[in-house]
C-alpha cells in the first residue's frame, strides 16, 4: 500500500533552519510528483510548492520562494523539505502528499510533522 | 493567483441530514476541484477529485458536483463520523489554493 512516512517533531530557535523528511513506499517514487502543505495551529491547509522527483524540478508558491527549498535522494525514495531563517510564525506542521492521477489531486499524504519556532 | 471561497465556514447538523458545502473559484478552473476531509489531529483524507469523482474506499454518501468556477461537496445522509472539516482545492493551476475550511459538527 502507498505510504508517505515523514520524520518527527522539531524544535527550533528563530533563525535556525530545520529538513523534514518523507519517506515513500508502495510505489514508483519517480513517478508522482510531491507537494508540501503547511497548516498552522487551528488553521486551515497553505500549499507550498510541487517537487517532481524524477528530474528534481520545482515550483513554490511565492510567500515561500527563498523560504523552503524541496530535494529528494531517489535511492531512498525520499523527499525533503528546508526550511530557513526561521520565525515563530513558522510553527506549523508541515505535510507531504502525493499528487495523483486523477487531475492532480493530493491522493495520500504523510502523517504530519510539527515544526515548533521558539526562544 | 486562484482564490478558493468555501461556505458555510461552518455548520451544524444532524444525523440523517442532507448537508451540502459549496466552493467558488475566483476563474474557471474547469474541473481541477478536489474535497478533502480532515478530523482533528490527523492528516487531510482526499475525498473527491475532478468534481465529482469518489476517492477510493470513500462511502457513496459523499458527492461532488459542479464546473467552471461554482463546485458544491453532498453528503446525503449525515453521519457521526463526518464530524471534520471540509476543504476544497483547486488544482488546475499552481499555486495550488485551498479554500479556508467548512467546519462540520454533529448535532
Known amino acids: 500500500q502507498v505510504l508517505l512516512v515523514q520524520s518527527g517533531a522539531e524544535v527550533r530557535q528563530p533563525g535556525d533552519s530545520v529538513k523534514v523528511s518523507c519517506k515513500a513506499s508502495?510505489?514508483?517514487?519517480?513517478?508522482?510528483?510531491i507537494n508540501w502543505v503547511r497548516q498552522a495551529s487551528g488553521q486551515g491547509l497553505e500549499w507550498m510548492g510541487w517537487?517532481?522527483?524524477?528530474?528534481?524540478?520545482?515550483g513554490y508558491a511565492q510567500n515561500f520562494q527563498g523560504k523552503f527549498t524541496m530535494t529528494r535522494d531517489t535511492s531512498i525514495s525520499t523527499a525533503y523539505m528546508e526550511l530557513s531563517s526561521l520565525r515563530s510564525e513558522d510553527t506549523a506542521v508541515y505535510y507531504c502528499?502525493?499528487?495523483?492521477?486523477?487531475?492532480?489531486?493530493?491522493?495520500?499524504w504523510g502523517q504530519g510533522t510539527l515544526v515548533t519556532v521558539s526562544s | 493567483d486562484i482564490q478558493m471561497t468555501q461556505s458555510p465556514s461552518s455548520l451544524s447538523a444532524s444525523v440523517g441530514d442532507r448537508v451540502t458545502i459549496t466552493c467558488r473559484a475566483s476563474?474557471?478552473?474547469?474541473?481541477?476541484l478536489n474535497w478533502y476531509q480532515q478530523k482533528p489531529g490527523k492528516a487531510p483524507k482526499l475525498l473527491i477529485y475532478?468534481?465529482?469523482s469518489l476517492q477510493g474506499g470513500v462511502p457513496s454518501r459523499f458527492s461532488g458536483s459542479g464546473s467552471g468556477t461554482d463546485f458544491t461537496l453532498t453528503i446525503s445522509s449525515l453521519q457521526p463520523e463526518d464530524s471534520a472539516t471540509y476543504y476544497c482545492?483547486?488544482?488546475?493551476?499552481?499555486?495550488?489554493?485551498f479554500g479556508q475550511g467548512t467546519k462540520l459538527e454533529i448535532k
Open positions: 476563474q474557471s478552473i474547469t474541473r481541477y
Open positions: 482545492q483547486q488544482t488546475y493551476s499552481t499555486p495550488y489554493s
Open positions: 517537487m517532481n522527483p524524477n528530474t528534481g524540478n520545482t
Open positions: 475532478g468534481a465529482s
Open positions: 502528499a502525493r499528487e495523483g492521477d486523477g487531475y492532480n489531486s493530493l491522493d495520500f
Open positions: 508502495g510505489y514508483t517514487f519517480t513517478s508522482y510528483d
